[in-house]
């Protein structure tokens, strides 16, 4: 049973333009959010995160927002360069243990 | 940020033989690590955390005498698949957990290992 979804599969966005990548999870007991970047073959890194206590959180050209009634987050890139292009995953997870729960993924093209 | 290695990168086997992958903090003592399956264009789906100096524990559904889990020390974890088959192909992925981890931001992912099963 998926418990975070990423419904998008991919994104295509033109350099210099907005990069909003969406998430969804269905436990109610996950309170940490983090989003990574993945490169094909190897692992993911991380990018920002967020606590359930907070409803933004910004690091530069990213910005994690969530919605805990709608039980949705959604990252945004801004602007969008074209190193950005990659796979980026939500994960999710309670602060009862440190297991992540992983999304299918969105992969993010920008254009030149 | 700390290094986590793995090795090989890329394996291919036979049928029925055993493949042993290396997980390895390079530059801090990993108290937990996990192991990550992920298929193409799927996420990662966690296997199993594995605790230095304990038994691995596995999620619902990860056989464990398929896929043996060692933790001996805490810079390095294994991950042997048994008597692989074609269905075990994939891209096995670990990330650790240090001592003085107290965010889940600090679980470094490794490069993960491509297994390909003939």
């Known amino acids: 049973d998926q418990q975070v979804k990423q419904n998008s599969p991919s994104l295509s966005v033109q350099e210099g333009r907005i990069s909003i990548l969406n998430c969804d999870y269905t436990?109610?007991?996950?309170?940490?959010f983090l989003w990574y970047k993945k490169y094909p073959a190897e692992g993911p890194t991380f990018l920002i995160s967020?606590?359930?206590?907070?409803d933004k959180n910004e690091d530069g050209r990213f910005t994690v927002f969530l919605n805990k009634s709608a039980k949705h987050l959604s990252l945004h890139i801004v602007p969008s360069q074209p190193g950005d292009s990659a796979v980026y995953f939500c994960?999710?997870?309670?602060?009862?243990?440190?297991?992540?729960?992983f999304g299918a993924g969105t992969t993010v093209t920008v254009r030149a | 940020g700390a290094v986590v290695s793995q090795h090989p990168s890329w394996v291919i086997c036979k049928s029925g033989t055993s493949v042993k992958i290396e997980c390895r903090s390079l530059?801090?003592?990993?108290?937990?690590m996990f192991w990550y399956r992920q298929f193409p264009k799927q996420s990662l789906m966690l296997m199993a955390t594995?605790?230095?100096?304990?038994?691995?524990?596995?999620e619902q559904g990860v056989e464990k005498d398929k896929f043996l889990i060692n933790h001996a020390s805490l810079t390095l974890s294994t991950l042997t698949v048994t008597s692989a088959h074609p269905e075990d192909s994939s891209f096995y992925i670990c990330?650790?957990?240090?001592?003085?981890?107290?965010?889940?931001?600090?679980?470094?992912f490794g490069p993960g290992t491509r297994l390909t099963v003939l």
């Open positions: 990330s650790a957990r240090g001592k003085t981890s107290g965010t889940y931001n600090e679980q470094f």
């Open positions: 530059d801090f003592q990993a108290t937990t």
């Open positions: 994960a999710a997870a309670s602060s009862n243990d440190y297991k992540l729960s």
């Open positions: 967020i606590s359930s206590i907070k």
């Open positions: 436990n109610s007991m996950f309170d940490y």
């Open positions: 594995s605790n230095e100096g304990s038994k691995a524990t596995y």
